[in-house]
């Protein structure tokens, strides 16, 4: 079964880090782009980040540079997102992503994971 599984998300105050990670299973993980998508209440979603299959490129939204890191580990099927320096605009449902040869367009989606960054 392909399965894409987010986890890592809570809420945490502004200026805050957190650590998401995508699990993936029932397909050739290695073989995948990774993207991590937000999507806030009312807004459209939007793509975070983006990470080539052979781990050796990175895309950042112009809002989130210098503050996320995304990040790959082939040899466990797992992607992660490290959220630095958290801004309370932060809060979203985080998903992760799978496309083929570059970051569009994402083919699987997991089930989310919440982040509410909030005093």
């Known amino acids: 079964q392909l399965q894409l599984v987010e986890s890592g998300g809570s809420l945490v105050q502004p200026g805050g880090s957190l650590r998401l990670a995508c699990v993936a299973s029932?397909?050739?993980?290695?073989?995948?782009?990774i993207s991590w998508y937000r999507q806030a209440p009312g807004k459209e979603r939007e793509r975070v980040a983006c990470?080539?299959?052979?781990?050796?490129?990175?895309e950042y939204a112009d809002f989130v540079k210098d503050r996320f890191t995304i990040s790959r580990d082939n040899a466990i099927a797992t992607a992660y997102l490290e959220m630095k320096t958290l801004r309370p605009e932060d809060t979203a449902v985080y998903y992760c992503?799978?496309?083929?040869?570059?970051?569009?367009?994402?083919?699987?989606w997991g089930q989310g994971t919440q982040v509410t960054v909030s005093s």
């Open positions: 990470i080539s299959s052979s781990n050796d490129d990175t």
């Open positions: 029932g397909f050739t993980f290695h073989a995948y782009y």
């Open positions: 992503t799978t496309s083929v040869a570059s970051c569009e367009p994402p083919l699987r």
